[in-house]
């Protein structure tokens, strides 16, 4: 199972404990997550199987309505919390110059941590995707001297800097709203978490 697919199903269940699996996929498809982070409606279920023989979630019942089969709802465990964390931080802090999987999660399910790490990842990558720009900068010159490599490969370094930039706007943006208090965290008095 891909580290996306685990990281958002996680962070799902921890959003809506409990929860069963069909309701993870219906609203998880809401959120596009079969476009972005390329999950599909039957991972989904895979994931939950995973999650549950590494101890990361746990049944906590299983309901039946009419006719319908029985659902098996699942709540986070607290190895699953330290998992969950250890995953956000990482896609958090961590900027891949061709990856948008990355700042998706981190819009998903950045309430989880506190909002004074939030902002402080955020600057991180604002700083960081500087560096991969001035990098991409650096392909291109290799590019336009290389004696084998086509002059138009430099389109992909042109195009993650592009990308980059765009997502470096949306981190500052965000960083600012949220120094403005905007959103609920973890560590915020009021818990106003999202809910379903």
Same mark, same amino acid.
């Given at each position: 199972? !891909? !580290? #996306? %697919?685990?990281?958002? &199903?996680?962070?799902? &269940?921890?959003?809506?404990?409990?929860?069963?699996?069909?309701?993870?996929?219906? =609203?998880?498809?809401?959120?596009?997550?079969?476009?972005?982070?390329?999950?599909?409606?039957?991972?989904?279920?895979? $994931?939950?199987?995973?999650?549950?023989?590494?101890?990361?979630?746990?049944?906590?019942? %299983?309901? !039946?309505?009419? /006719?319908? #089969?029985?659902?098996?709802?699942?709540?986070?465990?607290?190895?699953?919390?330290?998992?969950?964390?250890?995953?956000?931080?990482?896609?958090?802090?961590?900027?891949?110059?061709?990856?948008?999987?990355?700042?998706?999660?981190?819009?998903?399910?950045?309430?989880?941590? !506190?909002?004074?790490?939030?902002?402080?990842?955020? =600057?991180?990558?604002?700083? /960081?995707?500087?560096?991969? &720009?001035?990098?991409?900068?650096?392909?291109?010159?290799?590019? $336009?001297?290389? +004696?084998?490599? #086509? /002059?138009?490969?430099? =389109?992909?370094? +042109?195009?993650?800097?592009?990308?980059?930039?765009?997502?470096?706007?949306?981190?500052?943006?965000?960083?600012?709203?949220? /120094?403005?208090? +905007?959103?609920?965290?973890?560590?915020?008095?009021?818990?106003?978490?999202?809910?379903?």
């Amino acid at each position: 199972m !891909s !580290s #996306p %697919t685990r990281l958002v &199903v996680l962070g799902a &269940v921890h959003q809506f404990q409990p929860v069963h699996g069909y309701f993870l996929r219906r =609203e998880l498809m809401t959120w596009l997550v079969d476009e972005w982070a390329n999950i599909q409606p039957g991972s989904i279920y895979n $994931a939950l199987r995973s999650l549950e023989q590494d101890g990361y979630v746990r049944e906590s019942g %299983t309901e !039946s309505d009419g /006719k319908r #089969p029985a659902r098996t709802s699942y709540t986070i465990t607290p190895a699953g919390e330290v998992e969950l964390m250890r995953m956000l931080r990482d896609t958090l802090w961590n900027v891949e110059p061709f990856d948008t999987q990355a700042v998706m999660v981190i819009a998903s399910f950045m309430f989880i941590l !506190s909002r004074q790490e939030v902002i402080a990842g955020l =600057e991180h990558r604002i700083s /960081k995707i500087d560096a991969i &720009v001035l990098t991409n900068g650096f392909h291109i010159e290799d590019t $336009a001297r290389s +004696e084998t490599t #086509p /002059k138009y490969v430099r =389109e992909i370094f +042109e195009l993650s800097t592009a990308r980059l930039r765009a997502e470096q706007e949306w981190a500052r943006s965000l960083a600012e709203r949220l /120094k403005q208090g +905007e959103y609920a965290f973890a560590d915020d008095p009021r818990e106003e978490r999202p809910r379903r």
